[in-house]
């Protein structure tokens, strides 16, 4: 297992503005990482600025690569764009939208396969929430929306990890897809391909809904793939660093993914932690944010 990051950890300016990938993986490498998470959901699917927006995007795509053989990175996680409302019918896209989210995803797979991106996180969508149907007609959705996104991956030679989620709006929705463990070992192993098809587990997700993650850490055993590391209050998706806020026992988290055999990266997703710091200090904080991942990473190998 390796220390890695999401390149969200440099979000935008605390002015405004958007920081570039090509930006955030230089300042990624300076902190002392390398191994990287390409955040293609941060960079705004096919929004203006994105680098998979407009004719040129395999030539941002190959740009990107040449950086990284550059700097000695890889890249071993991404992070498809994201709208987990695709399948209900009370939000009302429009087909401009679904083709414009489509062709994000499309996108984002094949950037990630060029740049040898492992796991390609997604977030699972949720078609209702009510009914008595609530389980079978997400799976259904869920089946209907990753078939052709697995099938793709797997020619471009990448896999897709399916990201545990939460409640994030207590009492203004019921549930979101997901957030139970059961949910998302049951979309996984529907998809019987356990080879490009696993799970990512969000340690601040899972704090929202568990506070305890050891039993359900271990249930999911031999599916995880990918990691979120982010540290919330048990009420926010915050994502901190750990140990700035919240109550994850990493020192019981860390033996466990070493017992269960997780065999990928302890990847940041911690942009809320980094989101406010002056444009001067980012570098600075960068590297306390490394130093408390090796001090994980220790807590790993000492297990």
């Known amino acids: 297992m390796r220390l890695a990051t999401s390149t969200c950890i440099f979000p935008a300016h605390r002015q405004g503005g958007r920081t570039p990938l090509e930006e955030s993986i230089k300042m990624c490498h300076e902190c002392g990482f390398r191994v990287i998470d390409l955040n293609w959901g941060g ?3 096919l929004g203006a600025k994105s680098e998979l927006a407009g004719d040129d995007w395999e030539r941002n795509i190959d740009s990107i690569g040449n950086l990284a053989a550059k700097l000695g990175v890889e890249f071993s996680q991404s992070h498809m764009p994201f709208d987990s409302n695709l399948y209900r019918p009370e939000q009302k896209l429009s087909d401009e939208y679904r083709v414009w989210f489509a062709e994000a995803s499309r996108r984002c ?20 929430e009510n009914d008595e149907m609530c389980f079978e007609e997400n799976m259904r959705a869920n089946i209907h929306y990753y078939t052709p996104l697995l099938e793709l991956a797997k020619r471009e030679g990448t896999g897709i990890a399916i990201e545990n989620m939460a409640e994030f709006n207590p009492g203004k929705t019921k549930h979101r897809f ?14 019987g391909d356990p080879v490009s098809c696993r799970a990512c587990w969000d340690f601040g997700h899972a704090e929202l809904v568990y506070r305890d993650q050891v039993k359900p850490l271990r249930k999911l055993g031999h599916r995880l793939a990918a990691t979120h590391v982010q540290e919330c209050d048990g009420r926010e998706d915050d994502h901190y660093l750990p140990f700035v806020r919240g109550n994850t026992n990493w020192e019981e988290i860390m033996p466990l993914l070493k017992e269960i055999g997780y065999d990928g ?5 911690v942009h809320g932690f980094y989101s406010k710091i002056p444009d001067d200090l980012r ?21």
């Not at 997901?178 to 998809?191: P, S, V």
């Not at 570098?283 to 297990?303: F, H, N, S």
Request: negative net charge; proline residues 0%; aromatic residues 10%.
């Open 265 to 269: 990266d302890f990847t940041y997703e």
């Open 43 to 45: 960079a705004g699917g």
């Open 178 to 191: 997901t957030a139970a463990l059961e949910e998302q070992i049951a979309i996984i192993d529907a998809m």
């Open 283 to 303: 570098i600075e904080a960068g590297k306390l944010g490394y130093k408390v991942g090796m001090y994980l990473m220790d807590l790993y190998a000492k297990a």
């Open 109 to 128: 797979i094949i950037a990630s396969g060029r740049l040898g991106v492992r796991w390609i996180v997604t977030h699972a969508q949720t078609a209702t």
